[in-house]
Nanobody, 126 residues
Framework: QVQLVESGGGSVQAGGSLRLSCAASGRTFSNYGMGWFRQAPGKEREFVAVIIWSDGSTYYSDSSKGRFTISRDNAENTVYLQMNSLEPEDTAVYYC???????????????????WGQGTQVTISS
């Protein structure tokens, strides 16, 4: 049974930082793509970043590039999202997801992800 458990959300002021964690369990994720998505109130869920577990390659959305960093800890089976220079527009529920057949053509599309966490709330005040 695959489980993804997010943590690290909270409320900070604009310009601040947060680090989200996604603890993965239930199988070996060495061939997976591990992504972060977010959903703001009244909006569709959108891609934030993804890391290819096998080689550590990372990809970002335009809005997260340069401010967010995705990484993984093999020993802890955990994926992180370091978020800096946060803006009110970053307010959303952030979800961790796992794609067992990750491909560069589809890794930004939520429909291709097989497993999802429950989400963690991030609130940025101005």
């Amino acid at each position: 049974q695959v489980q993804l458990v997010e943590s690290g959300g909270g409320s900070v002021q604009a310009g601040g930082s947060l680090r989200l964690s996604c603890a993965a369990s239930g199988r070996t994720f060495s061939n997976y793509g591990m992504g972060w998505f977010r959903q703001a109130p009244g909006k569709e869920r959108e891609f934030v970043a993804v890391i290819i577990w096998s080689d550590g390659s990372t990809y970002y959305s335009d809005s997260s590039k340069g401010r967010f960093t995705i990484s993984r800890d093999n020993a802890e089976n955990t994926v992180y999202l370091q978020m800096n220079s946060l803006e009110p527009e970053d307010t959303a529920v952030y979800y961790c997801a796992a794609d067992q057949n990750v491909h560069i053509a589809t890794m930004r599309q939520m429909a291709w992800y097989d497993y999802w966490g429950q989400g963690t709330q991030v609130t940025i005040s101005s």
